[in-house]
């Protein structure tokens, strides 16, 4: 082989090796740019914060539609009892119908002339017609009856059919919120696993410390407070309202878990109706449903009791323990605390009972 066509062999060898080189280091300069840069742990808190927040809206939107599922629910098994009860009035009616037929059948067989010559007693025949008579009117009658029935038993199984349906769209929708919440949640694990395992551990410890101060926080069974607590607002409370600020103050350090009420774990709307419930007062799972219940306040009227709102549409709710502070379950990845009113944005406030 000549020297000239060894060289053009090594030059088109070094041309594709060089192309290779670089097109590989193009693919990896444009992998290296499409993938997400690891935060830093700054970074990491607040996206993560942001997403368990969003996780907690869609939480509480779920939860908004408890009260449509429930009195839907009520109306379903309401309509279904009618039906039963209407069914058997129908079957009654229908054996009624039945027994006249047979009834009727047994003296139709010949004209009621043929009958009345050929019978050996004519008065006794002739009281037996009028018995016969009397039968075809009860047979008209029953009909009616069943016509009655039936057409009322064909409506109530309509509005079941269209009550069922309704409930439906509602637990879809409902699902679809729960899934929310399940997606942010999963990305803000995902957040998370960019961390170092020392960073994760560190965020651990921080909610594990919070949590911790929070149980040390709490009062005692007989209402007395216990621990460290000279940061703690002391401001009144008396009656139901005095139960329901230590119920929810004897929460503290307990875990946000979307859609508890209790006893160990909670969401924001759990907590509060928990707290109230054990002053006697109900109140329903969803924050913005509680606004509505009791009379609604001003901001300057605020009283140790009492429920304030956040955002808009509402979203959030804490019970208010006095000097601008409450008591609340802040969101997923932390546990009932204290905090001021002014750390989210007001919404409103309503007093139970």
Known sequence: MSIGRINRTKGIALAAITSTAVAAGVIFIQGAAGA???PTLDEAKKQVAELQHQAEVAGESANDLRGQISASTVRVK???????????QVD??????????????????????????LSNNPDQF??????????????TSALRRYQVAQGKLTDLQASEQTELAALQAVQAKQDAFKKQVQANLDKAEGVLDKLSDAERRRIEQENEKEAEEARAQRPSRDGERTGDDEDLPNVPASGRAKIAVNAALSQMGDPYVWGAEGPNSYDCSGLTLYAWGKAGVSLPHSSKAQINEGRRISKSELMPGDLVFFYSPITHVGMYIGNGRMVHAPRPGKSVTITSIDTMPYSGASRPG
């Open 36 to 38: 997400d840069p690891k």
């Open 92 to 117: 009654a009616v229908k054996r009624q119908i039945g027994s006249l037929a047979v009834a009727g059948y047994q003296t139709s067989g010949i004209s009621t002339t043929a009958q009345l010559l």
């Open 78 to 88: 309401a309509l279904q009892a009618g039906i039963a009860k209407q069914q058997a």
């Open 126 to 139: 002739l009281s037996q017609a009028s018995t016969a008579q009397a039968f075809a009117g009860q047979q």
